[in-house]
């Protein structure tokens, strides 16, 4: 099977394609034949070795999103069959023909559903779904979304509006963008470098973090919220928290799958349902070949992406 690995951090030139043995599903693992694999700032960020931790051991393979057909089971599978089409995130990296899959993070692609639909959809709008539960914004509160053109960003604009939020702001790096965003739903759209982003809102969702954070926490009216998601780290002082009476959560979809896995499931149906009704687009900006994984990430760096880019097999 091909695989796309990297021996050194870098930026995309480190990307090379490999063949290698199939993996051998452990227990609770799917092995599934990938017909579709999302492409992220994460992703990008590991390459770099930015990621938590300084980076992954290397040589790996980067990833954690797929859609395909299950192929093999591992011992104590329950729920999954051979021939099942799954999406699902990866823990060991995506970027293969042959990728292992955690099964108690798949779920089933319905009757009708590309692969490509489901790796645009599914993982991105989890994890807008789990942010915009976690900040449970209610009445007349106000949200803002960094990084609001990217795969998750693009979700998180439109299921705020349908969750009735009268006040989205979607913050980019260009103003470009912007027509794109009130296409989805924003009522306003700022870009990073704004020296003021309007009205301070109720809640932000963090998918950028670095040095936007500090942007992101000041845009909070007092007694504002954060949630954030990103791989991006960044610091606050901690009297900006206590001066203005606001909160920092930390998301991670792992434990929220985990901790809330009712809610997850909840999540998953809410999401077909709305895609299959027109009310929720995931749009894909590019399709590409799993050899030009490098000038995947090229397009997340340069930040040029409306929507998720994705890869395929």
């Given at each position: 099977?091909r695989?796309?690995?990297?021996?050194?951090?870098?930026?995309?030139?480190?990307?090379?394609?490999?063949?290698?043995?199939?993996?051998?599903?452990?227990?609770?693992?799917?092995?599934?034949?990938?017909?579709a694999i999302?492409?992220?700032?994460?992703?990008?960020?590991?390459?770099r070795g930015d990621?938590?931790?300084?980076?992954?051991?290397?040589?790996?393979?980067?990833?954690?999103?797929?859609?395909?057909?299950?192929?093999?089971?591992?011992?104590?599978?329950?729920g999954?069959?051979?021939?099942?089409r799954?999406?699902?995130?990866?823990?060991t990296?995506?970027?293969?023909?042959?990728?292992?899959?955690?099964?108690?993070?798949?779920s089933?692609?319905p009757?009708?559903?590309?692969?490509?639909?489901?790796?645009?959809?599914?993982?991105?709008?989890?994890?807008?779904?789990?942010?915009l539960?976690?900040?449970a914004?209610?009445?007349?509160?106000?949200?803002?979304?960094?990084?609001?053109?990217?795969?998750?960003?693009?979700?998180?604009?439109?299921?705020?509006?349908?969750?009735g939020?009268?006040?989205?702001?979607?913050a980019?790096?260009?103003?470009?963008?912007?027509?794109?965003?009130?296409?989805?739903?924003?009522?306003?759209?700022?870009?990073?470098?704004?020296?003021?982003?309007?009205?301070?809102?109720?809640?932000?969702?963090?998918?950028?973090?670095g040095?936007?954070l500090?942007?992101?926490?000041?845009?909070?009216?007092?007694?504002?919220?954060?949630?954030?998601?990103?791989?991006?780290g960044?610091?606050?002082?901690?009297?900006?928290?206590?001066?203005?009476?606001?909160?920092?959560?930390?998301?991670?979809m792992?434990?929220f799958t985990?901790?809330?896995?009712?809610?997850?499931?909840?999540?998953?149906?809410?999401?077909?349902?709305?895609?299959?009704?027109?009310?929720?687009r995931?749009?894909?900006?590019?399709?590409?070949?799993?050899?030009?994984?490098?000038?995947?990430?090229?397009?997340?760096?340069?930040?040029?992406?409306?929507?998720?880019v994705?890869?395929?097999?």
């Amino acid at each position: 099977m091909r695989r796309v690995r990297f021996h050194t951090y870098g930026g995309p030139e480190v990307l090379r394609v490999e063949e290698a043995e199939p993996p051998v599903p452990g227990p609770g693992e799917l092995l599934v034949r990938t017909e579709a694999i999302g492409v992220t700032l994460p992703c990008v960020r590991r390459v770099r070795g930015d990621g938590k931790g300084g980076g992954d051991p290397l040589p790996a393979t980067p990833g954690g999103e797929i859609a395909g057909e299950v192929v093999a089971t591992g011992p104590d599978v329950s729920g999954f069959a051979v021939g099942d089409r799954v999406t699902s995130l990866t823990l060991t990296g995506s970027y293969t023909e042959l990728a292992l899959a955690p099964a108690f993070l798949a779920s089933r692609i319905p009757d009708g559903a590309s692969a490509v639909d489901a790796v645009a959809l599914v993982r991105s709008g989890h994890v807008a779904l789990a942010a915009l539960s976690t900040a449970a914004p209610q009445g007349a509160e106000s949200v803002l979304i960094t990084g609001a053109a990217s795969g998750t960003g693009h979700l998180a604009v439109q299921l705020a509006k349908l969750q009735g939020v009268p006040r989205v702001v979607a913050a980019v790096g260009s103003a470009a963008k912007a027509e794109f965003l009130r296409g989805l739903g924003a009522d306003e759209v700022v870009t990073y470098d704004q020296e003021s982003w309007g009205e301070p809102v109720d809640v932000v969702l963090d998918g950028v973090g670095g040095e936007l954070l500090p942007r992101a926490l000041a845009a909070l009216a007092e007694g504002g919220r954060l949630i954030f998601f990103n791989s991006g780290g960044g610091t606050v002082p901690a009297f900006d928290l206590l001066a203005g009476s606001k909160t920092i959560t930390g998301l991670t979809m792992r434990r929220f799958t985990t901790h809330h896995r009712e809610r997850y499931e909840q999540h998953h149906g809410q999401l077909w349902e709305l895609a299959g009704s027109g009310l929720l687009r995931a749009v894909v900006h590019a399709e590409l070949p799993l050899a030009q994984a490098a000038q995947a990430h090229e397009i997340i760096e340069a930040r040029a992406n409306l929507g998720k880019v994705v890869l395929r097999p």
